[in-house]
């Protein structure tokens, strides 16, 4: 799911997932009903109950334009500290991990 959304009842502009992994970021362009314009992100991470299962735990961040330039430049920064200060990973972790990913996310709801 990342294509353009023309404006609906519940205000949604745009919308682009990004499957990182084992969780997936929806990032949703909406506007309010003045016609003011924010973004949601929100992290979806399948879990699996004791039952067998399965439910998505998830998270969700308004951001709004007013925050755009602060939110951006904090980001930003951790990125790179992150970059330049963080261990390099070995490729098994990266080749474990991509395998662990495959799960699909396309009945997922909003």
């Known amino acids: 799911m990342s294509e353009e959304l023309e404006k609906n009842d519940r205000g949604d502009m745009f919308s682009k997932s990004v499957r990182a992994g084992k969780r997936t970021y929806f990032f949703d362009v909406k506007s309010t009903r003045g016609n003011d314009y924010y973004l949601t992100i929100t992290e979806s991470k399948k879990r699996f109950g004791t039952d067998g299962k399965f439910t998505y735990e998830k998270h969700k961040i308004f951001l709004y334009k007013e925050d755009f330039e602060k939110f951006t430049e904090g980001l930003m920064e951790a990125v790179n500290h992150i970059k330049e200060n963080a261990p390099e990973i070995s490729s098994d972790f990266?080749?474990?991990?991509?395998?662990?990913s495959d799960i699909s996310f396309e009945d997922l709801g909003n």
Do not use: A, G, I, T
């Not at 990266?94 to 662990?100: L, M």
């Open 94 to 100: 990266e080749n474990h991990e991509k395998k662990d």
